[in-house]
């Protein structure tokens, strides 16, 4: 061998590696033992193979011992049509299996090639190819009915479809499933692939009685099987999957696009081109939609109620497979009452036809007993075979917009969140701004507004101003968890909603919608709508009893907000300001009800209910075409009356069960507080609270104020008695004053009249004043000292007492360490001293040291000797002052004087007059003491009548405020004995 330059050592040429024989001797021969016992391990592994392998082979013989002879299929016999009755056993439709109704065998060669390649390419593209099992698609049965409960999706080929309905039973199970895949095996060993597909497709059904292809052929297009078109093929095609789902004569819709679907898989099969599909997917559109066709469906079809037998088939094949619908001979007691089915017919074609003129087509009708969900009628259409307004669509399940039926959702929610119906909300325009959006401005429907309104108001006249404030308040996201619990499910993702879904901005299904509504009948117990009552096999076994097992209502509201809604929505007063007291919309007897109408008139609703029936109507075009002017009051609301009339005709008028923990509280209507002496008694009511949200505060609308009557001005407790009178208003808040004053509801003004000072300002600015003793009054005895100390952060006054009018030495009487309004300040006994003059000088103090103080001179005379001082006449003169600029002085400041004059003259409030009358007594007319407010300042009366003393005053800063009228004080008052302030902001 050559080397190539490798470095690696070369193996000799002639060397030959021993074999692996020689290999496993030479270690037997150094390991003895561990051979021994690799032996025996050997020997018993291959015994127990040989013992798993028999056991293995017995199963197996045993199992496919029990599995029925393929050779069956030739001696098949058609098991029993299943049969849908009403609840007092009126036979609605027989539903025949697949051997059972018309069926007409033919051989394969007479099928043409269309329609067995649509087949193929639909149910099992493998077909040719495979041994009779998709083993993928058990794997994925098992997976599905051990974590499902069914094995949906599960892919079976067509013998295996051809074995589960010829050879086994209906019941869905894993041992079945394997029965149903050993069974097609065996099959495809014993037949060809096209006695197979003959076999299957003279077996199959197709709905409409329609058992086999020569069958399917003749009922839907009159024609043998062998005339029939690629587009008629593609239809047949796609029905055996789910006759009742894709039923052309029940859902032309859903027949359509799955015989699209059917041309689809044939182009990506290559058996057809895109030309040929398009060409055969509108010839079948104009067929299907023909009245041709129309009249093969119902000659097709004997059947009574026929939207909500399909609903039933629908439920059914959902629940136990299209093969257990059309061979199990089930027998299905529904909820329906056909009379009152027939009474729902009877009203909606008559109101249709009453309002063709205004291009009404169609109307739609649900029926439910609130206390058990029990459907007792549902019409989908007016006429279920006329293809001109597409009457098999079933509009109680379609989506359509519910207008303001939609808004008890949104005001439950609200009272979950605290509001009750008292709470009030201004009926007003109003905007509101959305983010990246123009402005969102809703209007009622009768284009007005109508001011304060009640929540109860507000939802029984149908106001949507209120509704969309209310539901500014929930937020969309809670409305529409509100929605879902009440069995709402059409609402999906929060942010693909507006304010306007409490108007009906979201789409629903009539069936989901009145369920909700009977829910509001049977105190919020929700039932979810159902349409059986008892189902059994062929041989009587009991599948389903609603009496054995009747269904747990839920709760998806507390009773008692259930029964404010069912109060509101039931009263007729509260309805009449946008519906009046009569109409359509009251029964004989108690009832609840709500319209809806879209604001493009495409769709309009009235739904309501007693506490045993429950009925939503609607009324509109299939096609979504709108109607001229027609309301939920004028088109569906005179059906919902006259069938809740005619169907509780006869029977006993029963009341709303009002629920525990709910009382009655006169509130007054404006506000929904409490009243007051000045709510009218025209606006008092009674409204229906949860106990434990009863009002407790009082009414704030009706108000009684002070008017300025000089000027009409709004008054205050500052104003002059003789200048003020009271009146009463009801106060609108800022959003609705312009209303008000638009319907002559009288306003108070809004601006205070100049004559009254404001209380609250004088409340917040340092008062010092000493009312008795008055100024040179002669004193006797123990007497109180009364008067006022007030100061920002305050923290302490003191009174002392000094002899003389100008006393160098002061006796400390008393210390306060709070406020006084006008009250006492302290007690002086008087006897205690020498008769003479005395001065009592009252300071107050703030927290960081800064004071204010002033003096009274007094004269003490206890003992007889003493002359009482003359008595001067009173005379009141008032001096107004004058106009001018307004300022703002930080400190106020009062003058002293003992003369029977006495001036204060304050920086405390706006321009604005106090007058205050005092009543001397008859013994001297000594006007008080004016105090002049400077820090420590020294002031030095003389005690005669005549004399002024001169104070010596800190300077004084003066502040203009912003956006304040100016004037200017005048610098004394003389009143006497009256006390006028001029004050200056």
Aim: hydrophobic share 40%.
């Amino acid at each position: 061998m050559i080397n190539n330059g490798s470095t690696l050592p070369q193996p000799n040429p002639d060397f030959n590696p021993p074999s692996w024989q020689a290999r496993l001797r030479a270690l037997a021969e150094r390991h003895p033992r561990l051979a021994h016992t690799l032996t025996l391990f050997g020997i018993a592994t291959v015994a127990l193979l040989c013992v798993a392998l028999t056991m293995l082979v017995l199963a197996f013989n045993s199992f496919t011992a029990t599995l029925p002879s393929p050779d069956r299929l030739a001696n098949f016999l058609p098991p029993q049509s299943t049969k849908i009755f009403d609840r007092r056993g009126e036979l609605l439709f027989e539903v025949f299996d697949s051997h059972g109704g018309r069926r007409t065998n033919v051989p394969i060669e007479k099928i043409p090639a269309a329609l067995k390649n649509a087949t193929i390419t639909t149910e099992d593209q493998t077909f040719y190819s495979n041994i009779g099992v998709d083993f993928v698609g058990i794997a994925r049965a098992i997976y599905n009915l051990i974590r499902y409960g069914r094995p949906a999706g599960g892919g079976s080929t067509i013998t295996q479809q051809l074995v589960k309905t010829t050879l086994l039973s209906p019941e869905q199970t894993i041992e079945r499933k394997v029965r149903e895949a050993f069974l097609a095996y065996e099959i495809t060993r014993r037949y060809s692939k096209d006695k197979i597909l003959e076999l299957y497709l003279n077996t199959i059904f197709y709905g409409n009685l329609a058992y086999g292809v020569q069958a399917a052929a003749d009922a839907y297009f009159d024609k043998d099987v062998q005339d029939l078109s690629l587009a008629q093929a593609a239809l047949l095609a796609g029905l055996p999957q789910a006759p009742a789902l894709y039923d052309p004569c029940v859902d032309a819709d859903a027949a359509l696009d799955r015989t699209r679907t059917v041309l689809n898989l044939m182009v990506a099969a290559r058996v057809i081109s895109r030309e040929e599909s398009a060409r055969a997917a509108a010839e079948i559109f104009a067929e299907v939609n023909s009245d041709a066709f129309a009249r093969r469906c119902q000659i097709t079809a004997s059947i009574q109620a026929p939207h909500f037998v399909a609903y039933v088939r629908q439920l059914l094949e959902e629940q136990y497979g299209s093969d257990v619908v059309y061979k199990a001979g089930l027998q299905v007691t529904t909820s329906l009452d056909l009379d009152i089915q027939k009474v729902a017919e009877d009203e909606a074609r008559k109101q249709v036809a009453l309002l063709q003129s205004q291009k009404v087509t169609n109307a739609s009708v649900v029926v439910l007993d609130p206390r058990a969900g029990e459907i007792l009628a549902l019409l989908g259409s007016v006429d279920f075979f006329d293809k001109k307004i597409d009457g098999q669509v079933n509009v109680a399940l379609r989506l359509r917009q519910p207008g303001s039926s939609i808004k008890p959702i949104n005001y439950v929610a609200a009272f979950e969140k605290g509001w009750t119906p008292a709470t009030v909300l201004a009926d007003v325009t109003t905007i509101f701004p959305i983010k990246g959006q123009p402005d969102y401005v809703p209007h009622n429907y009768d284009q007005r507004e109508h001011g304060l309104t009640p929540i109860r108001v507000a939802l029984a006249s149908s106001f949507n101003i209120p509704a969309v404030k209310t539901l500014q308040f929930v937020t969309v996201p809670t409305m529409i968890e509100t929605a879902k619990r009440f069995g709402i499910t059409t609402f999906r993702d929060a942010s693909n909603y507006g304010l306007a879904l409490t108007l009906g901005g979201g789409e629903v299904k009539l069936l989901e919608l009145t369920g909700a509504y009977a829910a509001f009948a049977n105190n919020g117990a929700r039932f979810a709508p159902s349409p059986f009552l008892k189902i059994t096999d062929a041989a009587g076994k009991v599948l389903y009893d609603v009496k054995a097992n009747p269904p747990r209502a839920e709760r998806p509201v507390d009773p008692r907000y259930a029964y404010q809604i069912t109060s509101i929505l039931s009263d007729v007063s509260a309805r009449a300001p946008a519906f009046g007291t009569a109409g359509a919309l009251r029964l004989s007897r108690t009832a609840a009800v709500k319209t809806g109408t879209t604001d493009d008139f495409r769709d309009n609703w009235t739904i309501g209910f007693a506490p045993n029936l429950a009925v939503g109507v609607w009324v509109g075009n299939s096609n979504n075409a709108e109607m001229e002017h027609i309301s939920g009051i004028t088109g569906a609301g005179p059906i919902w009356h006259n069938i809740m009339e005619r169907i509780l005709a006869g029977t006993p008028a029963l009341d709303f069960k009002r629920p525990d923990g709910l009382v009655d509280v006169e509130i007054c209507n404006e506000s929904g507080l409490l009243p007051t002496e000045n709510c009218p008694r025209e606006s008092r009511r009674v409204e229906i609270f949860l106990a434990e949200r009863a009002p407790k505060e009082k009414d704030n609308v009706w108000q009684k104020l002070k008017i300025d009557k000089t000027n009409g001005m709004l008054g205050n407790a500052g104003c002059p008695p003789e200048n003020v009178e009271e009146k009463i208003f009801a106060v609108y808040p800022p959003e609705a004053r312009q209303w008000a004053i638009d319907h002559n509801i009288p306003q108070p003004p809004t601006d205070v009249s100049p004559n009254c000072p404001d209380p609250i300002l004088l409340a917040n600015k340092p008062s010092l004043d000493v009312a008795t003793p008055r100024e040179g009054e002669i004193l006797r005895g123990e007497i109180e000292i009364r008067g006022t100390v007030r100061l920002p952060d305050f923290d302490r006054y003191t009174i002392q007492i000094g002899p003389g009018n100008d006393p160098r030495d002061w006796i400390l009487l008393t210390t306060g360490r709070n406020t006084v309004q006008n009250n006492v300040l302290a007690r002086w006994d008087t006897r205690r001293f020498a008769d003479g003059a005395y001065t009592i000088r009252l300071e107050m103090f703030d927290r960081a040291g800064k004071s204010f103080a002033g003096r009274v001179h007094v004269a003490v005379a206890n003992t007889p000797t003493i002359t009482p001082r003359p008595q001067p006449t009173a005379t009141r003169t008032n001096t107004p002052a004058p106009t001018a600029t307004r300022t703002l002085t930080p400190l106020p400041t009062f003058t002293l004087t003992a003369s029977p004059t006495r001036t204060i003259s304050a920086t405390t409030f706006p321009s604005a007059t106090v007058t205050r009358s005092a009543t001397l007594p008859p013994t001297a007319t000594i006007p008080p003491p004016t105090i002049t407010l400077a820090p420590t300042a020294t002031i030095s009366p003389t005690l005669a009548p005549t004399a002024t003393a001169s104070p010596t005053i800190a300077p004084t800063s003066t502040a203009t405020p912003p956006a304040s009228p100016t004037a200017t004080p005048s610098p004394t008052r003389t009143i006497s004995p009256t006390v006028t302030r001029t004050p200056t902001p």
